[in-house]
């Protein structure tokens, strides 16, 4: 047992041994181990952020967006000047001499250009030297200047027309190791980092070099910052030049270089590297600056050119050589000086380097982000398939069906005629939008969204939601064609009161405010009779003509109500292309498209919008509906239309006016293009303009631009013909001057007429027009005289 | 009698001149009245057949070396090149038949043959591939009605 006297001792002595204080060594011990404790948990923090950044996505790269590739074969309907627009917004450059990919050479009805490699989704293009022989306005031959065989088709490389960036506006494109050239690598070495393949990340003899020498000038004139530092500072660090940062900067390039080789880092060095503005668009790395100033891959610079480059890593915007080219040649003089000192280049090509004057790309049509309304439509159907942040961060490359070509007459057309019209009707602020689309593959390949193509806001061609007018009554009557109506049908054009769905009476009311009687349904088409019109809908029934909407593709639920037959549906210009598109293409479906196709950033196809069909409305009946259309044009609300484009074009077209004059539609296709168009002021008031003396007039000049091909529509094998007379409604088999044949799906024309022959059969065996009509009448007396 | 047939063969004569003057007198008013008086279609030239021929045999190629993909880019290429060639929609549903779309396969058929004009022997085939490909659904009932129109076409 131990006593209360003892207990105090032992306790005394701990207390003792207790208060007893550290030694010095211990402390200094103790100190050091936590910052070493502290200092590996903050170097383990900084070695997370260096291989989190270098083993993850080193940068976010934007999704570039290229326009169709331009198909050049012999026969094209293509000038030299149209060519020659078309390769400067692909970037080409204009030399006398052409010898490197991107660059072509204009002399006369002669074009000489070279392609450059390019990945399409089958693969690799790659580059080929080729010599165009234009004869007027199309292509005579092309030929492979080094092998001289002539070409019946040759795809060029496309436009880049813009990207979708991250919000800081960051683009480079990134190169690897092997596609960075020698003499770049040697003089970025040269200038600013020559041990570099002999340092350890940091470099003390550079530091001390730079010390003397700034103590020397008394300012800061060389910086001791090996191209490892550079790199550090730049990915990861601020420009602030403190001593937290210059202590991070440090550790962080040891890691660096401890972790990675000496080349990964390079090529991180030249693809990060900040080289200029563009805008809103900083322009990083080497691949991208040799774009931007010179319109030349990389590996295609002459010596001053990448002397230049190098030079404006020292200072990208005080070295400009398209603001400061006095400040900059100074610099290219003083790196070529380096370059040859140091022995990155012999004494001739120092000399000619020398000599040459600032060289920058010159006059380039900018294609970036040039076409705003068609790169929103892009993005839209881009945000179906992938996030936003896929867009801005990924690299895609978004290959679209834009035509430059379409693009710019149709952006021309849309603003030259609204300033007329305003000028002409005294009205402003008419505002327009335009889609054109390929026939029969649905491709879009222009949009307007605005008078003004270059105004990023508003984009009307998918925005602006507004009634259709007379634009809907196609679906009227194909939905009656379909349910046993021929062309030839009597339809009474008289005043109607009617339900109008919603507890009220509607009486609608003809465009000229008169009766016309009883009619032929083509004519009721063709001059847009409203009452007539109303007439047949609802007698077909409204559930089958909204029926008939949707199948041309449009997936809205419209409300029920009679007024739908005359237009009060609202709809926006996208949507009306695809209800005609429905109806250029046969009766086909045929979604319209803005992307062919999705590579990743590695050239690997990842997405394909490809082609797709599908037959809604049977080959007789959609027959039967654009014939009426033709008619609408050639003898209808249309009629205008031949001030601008030959009655032989057989165009088929619908105009289409709402209440008020507020909206001018017209939409209609040729051989090869459909086009809508709409104009309307934004804030819905009246513009007095109908659809024939607004939208078509816009249609027809943009068609007319454009060289579209006539419309010959395919007769299918249950067509019959016969005669009618308009006026009395009478269908027979013989020929009047006052008579129009018609088409009628087999079986429909009423027994005590006889069929005639097609007129398709007579242009091809004997002729067309006049003399068909001739031969036709000649036979039939022939005919009557033999019975 | 003679006479009198001599007679109306001149009254034909006249009438068919009378007409045709007639038909170039308004020709002409309406050129005339138009605000632009030449139209510039004059220089539209047809494209070269060889720049979708030498496609279409690529995709040929392609289809028989079984890289279908391939050929549905070659084919789409053609195609903008020159859209209503039915024989390109043909071998268009040839690769969608191949690639187990048979659904499309038919509708490429379909649109094939509305381009077909007369073209008999692309007519049978289309029929041919939407039998196949109905058969591949299982609607034998719509394969037996195309091969019926086969056969009646043969």
């Known amino acids: ?787 | 009698m003679k006479r009198g047939k001599k007679i109306a063969h001149w009254r034909y004569l006249a009438i068919i001149l009378a007409i045709l003057s007639a038909n170039l007198f308004l020709h002409g008013c309406a050129v005339r009245k138009a605000s632009i008086p030449l139209y510039p279609y004059e220089e539209h030239i047809e494209k070269s057949p060889t720049a979708g021929s030498s496609l279409l045999e690529n995709a040929k190629q392609a289809l028989q070396a079984d890289k279908f993909n391939q050929a549905e880019i070659f084919l789409e290429r053609a195609l903008r090149l020159e859209p209503r060639n039915g024989e390109l929609w043909h071998t268009m549903g040839q690769v969608k038949f191949k690639q187990n779309h048979h659904a499309q396969a038919v509708q490429f058929c379909l649109k094939s043959n509305s381009l077909a004009r007369k073209n008999p022997l692309l007519i049978r085939k289309n029929w041919n591939l939407m039998e196949k490909a109905y058969l591949q659904m299982g609607e034998t009932e719509k394969a037996a009605r195309v091969r019926r129109q086969y056969l009646e076409s043969r």
């Open chain 1, 1 to 787: 047992m131990v006593n209360r006297k003892q207990r105090n001792a032992i306790k005394q002595t701990v207390k003792n041994r207790k208060m007893r204080p550290f030694s010095f060594r211990k402390v200094c011990i103790l100190l050091l181990l936590v910052f070493f404790v502290v200092f590996a948990i903050y170097v383990k923090h900084l070695d997370r952020i260096i291989r989190q950044k270098f083993e993850g996505k080193r940068w976010s790269l934007p999704a570039v967006v290229y326009a169709r590739p331009l198909e050049l074969y012999p026969g094209l309907s293509l000038s030299p000047t149209e060519l020659e627009k078309e390769l400067q917004l692909a970037g080409y450059r204009s030399e006398s001499l052409v010898a490197d990919p991107g660059g072509y050479d204009r002399d006369g009805d002669l074009m000489q250009l070279v392609t450059r490699n390019f990945y399409f989704s089958e693969g690799l293009q790659k580059s080929v030297n080729l010599t165009v022989q234009f004869a007027g306005a199309r292509i005579e031959s092309i030929t492979r200047a080094d092998s001289r065989q002539s070409l019946s088709l040759a795809r060029l490389d496309p436009a880049r027309i813009g990207s979708f960036h991250p919000r800081h506006h960051e683009d480079r494109i990134v190169l690897t190791r092997k596609e960075l050239p020698d003499l770049l690598i040697n003089t970025l070495l040269a200038v600013e980092d020559q041990n570099f393949y002999a340092h350890f990340g940091l470099s003390p003899r550079g530091i001390a070099r730079a010390l003397l020498a700034n103590i020397r000038a008394g300012e800061t004139v060389q910086g001791g910052s090996t191209l490892s530092q550079q790199l550090v500072k730049n990915f990861f660090l601020s420009n602030k030049r403190t001593l937290q940062r210059k202590f991070n900067e440090a550790i962080m390039t040891l890691l660096l270089e401890f972790y990675y080789s000496k080349d990964e880092i390079l090529t991180a060095y030249t693809n990060e590297i900040f080289l200029g503005q563009d805008g809103a668009r900083a322009v990083h790395g080497f691949g991208l600056a040799s774009q931007f100033y010179f319109r030349r891959d990389l590996e295609n610079l002459t010596a001053s050119q990448i002397a230049l480059l190098v030079g404006m890593v020292k200072g990208p915007s005080y070295y400009n050589p398209l603001k400061y080219p006095d400040r900059c040649l100074a610099r290219r003089k003083l790196v070529l000086d380096i370059m040859f000192s140091r022995k990155v280049i012999d004494e001739e090509v120092y000399q000619q380097a020398g000599a040459v004057s600032i060289e920058t790309s010159g006059e380039t049509i900018s294609g970036f982000n040039r076409f705003p309304a068609f790169l929103d439509l892009v993005r839209r159907q881009l945000r179906r398939n992938y996030l936003e942040e896929d867009l801005t961060t990924d690299g895609l490359k978004i290959m679209t069906t834009l035509d430059p070509q379409v693009q710019w007459q149709v952006e021309k057309n849309l603003t030259e005629t609204i300033d007329g019209l305003e000028k002409r009707t005294g009205v402003s602020q008419i505002e327009g939008a335009v889609i054109i689309s390929s026939r029969e593959g649905g491709e879009i390949l222009a949009i307007a969204g605005s008078r003004k193509p270059l105004q990023s806001g508003f984009n009307r061609a998918l925005d602006a939601r507004r009634p259709i007018g007379s634009l809907i009554k196609p679906t009227v009557y194909l939905t009656a064609i379909a349910n046993g109506s021929t062309l030839a049908s009597p339809v009474l054009d008289s005043s109607l009161t009617i339900d109008d769905g919603k507890g009220e009476i509607w009486s609608p009311k003809n465009f000229d405010g008169k009766e016309h009687g009883l009619v032929p349904l083509y004519v009721a088409l063709a001059q847009s009779y409203n009452q007539a019109t109303v007439k047949i809908g609802m007698d077909v029934g409204l559930k089958k003509v909204l029926q008939t909407i949707r199948d041309l593709g449009i997936d809205i639920d419209f409300p029920a109500y009679p007024s739908l037959l005359l237009g009060a549906a609202a709809m926006v210009p996208l949507e009306v292309s695809q209800m005609f598109q429905t109806l250029a293409a046969g009766g086909f479906y045929v979604p319209q498209r803005v992307i062919g196709s999705v590579l990743s950033s590695d050239n690997k196809v990842l997405k394909r919008f490809g082609l797709s069909v599908e037959q809604r409305f049977t080959p007789e009946s959609i027959y039967l509906l654009n014939t009426a259309l033709q008619l609408g044009v050639r003898e209808g609300t249309g009629k205008s239309l031949f001030h601008y484009i030959p009655p032989s074009h057989n165009v088929a077209g619908k105009t289409g006016t709402s209440n008020d004059f507020r909206d001018s539609w017209f939409a209609g296709f040729t051989g090869d293009k459909l086009a809508v168009v709409w104009l309307g002021r934004d804030d819905n008031k009246p513009t007095g303009l109908t659809g024939a003396s607004g939208a078509l007039t816009v249609w027809g000049k943009l068609m007319q631009s454009l060289h579209a091909e006539p419309l010959e529509l395919l007769e299918p094998p249950g067509i019959e013909w016969a005669w009618l007379d308009p006026e009395t409604l009478e269908i027979s088999d013989h020929f009047h001057y006052k008579k129009i044949k018609l088409p009628f799906i087999a079986g429909s024309i009423p027994s005590q007429a006889k069929v005639t022959p097609s007129p398709a059969l007579g242009k091809k065996q004997k002729g067309s027009g006049i003399l068909d009509r001739i031969r036709d009448w000649f036979s039939l007396r022939k005919e009557a005289g033999e019975h």
